[in-house]
């Protein structure tokens, strides 16, 4: 087969171009704003102007006397019909309204139902509203204290500390501290992110009074799981509820959550029997909206003089925010954090996360999502860094000195996770080679010796996506399994279903190729849908990198039943033995004579006209995969900064990022990825973070002060890979989403330390941005 044949396939390897491009870039996508029905009512929410405070006076009766406006909720009128809380992912309860107190800044405190948007906006101002301000806790060390202001009185237990999680051996790990040779410390804080997504969150909801169906438009990355929970929290049942998760804006784990505004204009859609659209604006967005990290870190590691890492000990304070509403699988409240061992062989550890309620918005891992991968990841590559600068030892060393071997896969972690499959010495040569590593330390001592700051730093990740296997894996307690649903028409074209649902990664392009690879259909003919919960299978949605590694396979594995059928077509067709026919070259092919071959056109024609007797007519299949086990993607980054000694500024100047996400699907899609999720690594690393005051007011809610970083900022991103197939993935491939978010931001904050380390630095906590630079270099005397 020529490759301009295969290519006309499109299947695994080929950089097919994304069939969702053409109506994106025309602007012919329909997000939920597009959404417009014929006497549709407009939604829009007063917020607190306090961290915590109690609502003394709430009158409406201003805001219900103006033109327009159809109705005013409060916390008071959710209570009476049982609605004023509702359930979060993570088995806590957030308050939709609040009925007599605030606990967040931007909390939801009353929504307004009006004939437009900008009355209901107008008349969110008129409502008469007083507050009596109580004590904040912003800081969650004070939140633990035992005087510190309760920010959850509704709970039974009367404290701020929501859980203590645990992973690993703790005495095994104490037992090491005790005998090592060499002990380092650090405390690093991984503060408060928020994805800013370019589409905010928002719904439409429609009820129909005369079919009893309720359609919601929704911003949702889980439009099955929405589902669910409105049929819970509403006891409607799910054949009555329509959720439709159109394109959507961006997710990165911000449209994971329940929001209130789902839920108020779902309740004004029921009471009234009109549509109703709710769609924040930007500061709302960031205000009061899922937000990720805040996590306060101490971590150890024991070692050896030589440099041999033994055992790692991590204790971290997570701030929750006022609801737990992190969005994890069930039975991991500090996510995959316990993935911290990283690529490291090490003899023992223990990880022990406290979580902790504080007055400020919820959430915790909104940030293209990561379940805590980001944080474990921060962690050990700047422990490492920090290792080596007590050893006097080169980062690249000592990471080869530490890293599991290829034949030690699959490896079981001293936290209990099976990585399935790694290179990791190969990955880092090739990542260092590629960038001229020997010759770079020769160029940073040369300007060190002329005085001019320049520091390279590398990070060696591993990566654990693709939640995940049954017995482990529940949101809610439903297990986190994927699906796909296909079917082949006569003609030779096929329409797939997923339970995923895209927010820009390109599955209508992706998860095509993976059936065109699998039956030999062009994938220009190969159509897929997602978000209709009317017809998409069930699924538990798209975050944390988890779509390729379930819903992908189990598009592989419904692919291959329908070829299975196909064989027996196949044969009856060619008037041979089924097991006479090997699939070769996208045909089954009599072995011996391989010109003697049916195609899947050929055959999908056959299976509505000339099936053999006994066999079904058609061509379709259905799977639900339960993954055997989490995909562990990795990868090398090595990165070059420049420091401004008169003003501080940091300047990547070189980064070469090489993945490894096992067979990839779409080089053009998965090198795209990887631009993004760099981005959006730089961006924690060098510029975003959301400010509180110790009032608990945010300080960067607006995006003049929540520094997104543009085209501007992006340095030029030099990409390379290896593949490593997983063996359990029956196309080999692993996540690659959330990779280069995860490694990005050690490598960048490696390089700064290493440009400052001969000054004696040996950390700074993100972001680093000019001013904390400046400071260290006025302390040091090198300012200019
Ligand atoms: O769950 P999510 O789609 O966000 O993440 P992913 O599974 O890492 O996939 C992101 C995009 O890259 C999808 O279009 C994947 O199908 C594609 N991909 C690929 O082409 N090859 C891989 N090995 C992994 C992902």
Do not use: A
């Given at each position: 087969m020529t490759a301009t044949e295969r290519a006309a396939i499109g299947g695994l390897g080929h950089s097919v171009?994304?069939?969702?491009d053409p109506r994106f870039i025309r602007g012919k996508g329909t997000y939920v704003d597009d959404v417009k029905l014929p006497g549709m009512l407009y939604l829009d929410i007063l917020r607190s102007p306090y961290a915590h405070a109690r609502i003394t006076k709430l009158d409406t009766s201003k805001a219900l006397a103006m033109p327009g406006v159809v109705a005013v909720i409060t916390g008071k009128d959710l209570e009476a019909a049982g609605l004023a809380w509702m359930p979060t992912l993570m088995s806590d309860r957030q308050m939709v309204l609040p009925t007599d107190r605030v606990v967040y800044y931007a909390q939801e405190v009353a929504a307004v139902i009006a004939e437009d948007r900008y009355t209901a906006a107008d008349a969110v101002l008129a409502i008469d509203v007083e507050y009596e301000p109580l004590e904040p806790v912003v800081d969650p060390f004070r939140a633990l204290e035992p005087d510190a202001p309760l920010v959850?009185?509704?709970?039974?237990?009367?404290?701020n500390h929501i859980w203590n999680w645990q992973a690993g051996d703790k005495e095994a790990t104490d037992r090491i501290f005790e005998e090592a040779e060499v002990v380092v410390s650090q405390k690093m804080y991984i503060p408060r992110i928020h994805v800013s997504s370019i589409e905010t969150c928002g719904c439409v909801a429609s009820f129909d009074k005369v079919s009893g169906k309720l359609t919601v438009w929704l911003t949702s990355q889980a439009p099955h799981a929405h589902r669910t929970v409105f049929s819970l929290v509403s006891g409607i049942p799910e054949t009555k509820i329509r959720v439709i998760s159109p394109d959507i804006g961006g997710g990165f784990g911000g449209k994971v959550p329940v929001y209130p505004g789902y839920v108020l204009a779902i309740v004004v859609s029921l009471q009234t029997g009109r549509p109703v659209k709710w769609i924040e604006d930007r500061s709302e967005n960031l205000q009061a909206d899922s937000f990720a990290r805040d996590y306060h870190i101490h971590a150890e590691i024991a070692a050896t003089r030589d440099g041999t890492m033994r055992a790692l000990r991590v204790h971290t304070v997570a701030d929750h925010g006022a609801f737990d509403a992190a969005a994890n699988p069930s039975k991991f409240p500090a996510g995959?954090?316990?993935?911290?061992?990283?690529?490291y062989d090490l003899e023992a550890a223990h990880f022990s996360v406290d979580g902790v309620y504080t007055n400020k918005a919820p959430g915790g891992v909104a940030y293209r999502c990561s379940f805590r991968v980001t944080e474990a990841v921060h962690m050990i590559e700047r422990m490492v860094d920090v290792l080596a600068d007590e050893l006097d030892m080169d980062p690249a060393e000592i990471r080869f000195k530490n890293f599991i071997q290829p034949?030690?896969?699959p490896y079981k972690s001293p936290t209990g996770w099976e990585y399935d499959s790694g290179n990791y010495p190969a990955a880092l040569q090739k990542a260092l080679d590629a960038i001229g590593y020997q010759e770079l330390r020769r160029e940073q001592a040369e300007k060190r010796a002329r005085g001019e700051l320049m520091g390279i730093g590398i990070s060696t990740f591993t990566e654990i996506v693709g939640a995940g296997p049954s017995h482990t894996f529940d949101i809610l307690g439903v297990k986190m399994f994927d699906s796909a649903e296909i079917r082949v028409h006569p003609t030779g074209s096929a329409i797939v279903r997923i339970g995923v649902q895209t927010q820009g990664q390109g599955h209508e392009t992706t998860f095509a190729q993976i059936v065109a690879e699998e039956l030999g259909l062009p994938v220009e003919n190969i159509v897929v849908e997602h978000g209709d919960t009317d017809t998409a299978p069930y699924g538990l949605g798209t975050y944390a990198s988890r779509s390729t590694p379930t819903a992908g396979a189990a598009t592989a594995v419904a692919a291959r039943k329908i070829r299975e059928k196909a064989r027996l077509i196949a044969a009856h067709l060619l008037e041979v033995d089924p097991d006479d026919l090997e699939w070769r070259d996208y045909a089954f092919r009599v072995k011996g004579s391989p010109e003697r071959a049916k195609r899947m056109s050929e055959i999908a024609f056959a299976a509505y006209t000339n099936f053999p007797q006994g066999l079904e007519g058609g061509l379709e299949a259905v799977t639900y995969y339960d993954p055997p086990n989490l995909t562990f993607p990795f990868g090398a980054y090595v990165c070059v900064v420049d420091i401004d000694r008169g003003t501080g500024q940091p300047t990547v100047r070189e980064f070469l990022a090489l993945d490894d996400c096992?067979?990839?699907?779409n080089p053009m899609i998965v090198e795209g990825q990887i631009h993004g999720g760099l981005t959006m690594g730089l961006a924690p690393a060098l510029y975003e973070e959301i400010v509180y005051d110790d009032n608990g007011t945010m300080l960067t809610g607006t995006l003049m002060d929540y520094l997104v970083p543009t085209a501007m900022e992006t340095p030029n991103w030099r990409t390379e890979k290896t593949v490593t197939p997983s063996p359990h993935h029956p196309i080999g491939a692993k996540g690659v989403g959330e990779s280069p978010t995860v490694g990005a931001p050690p490598a960048i904050v490696n390089a700064v330390v290493d440009a400052l380390s001969?000054?004696?630095?040996?950390h700074i906590d993100i972001p680093i941005t000019p001013w904390k630079v400046y400071q260290i270099l006025e302390e040091k005397g090198v300012a200019e």
């Open positions: 171009k994304r069939k969702e959850r009185p509704d709970r039974e237990q009367k404290t995959l954090f316990s993935i911290g061992t990283g690529s034949d030690q896969f096992g067979t990839i699907i001969h000054l004696g630095v040996r």
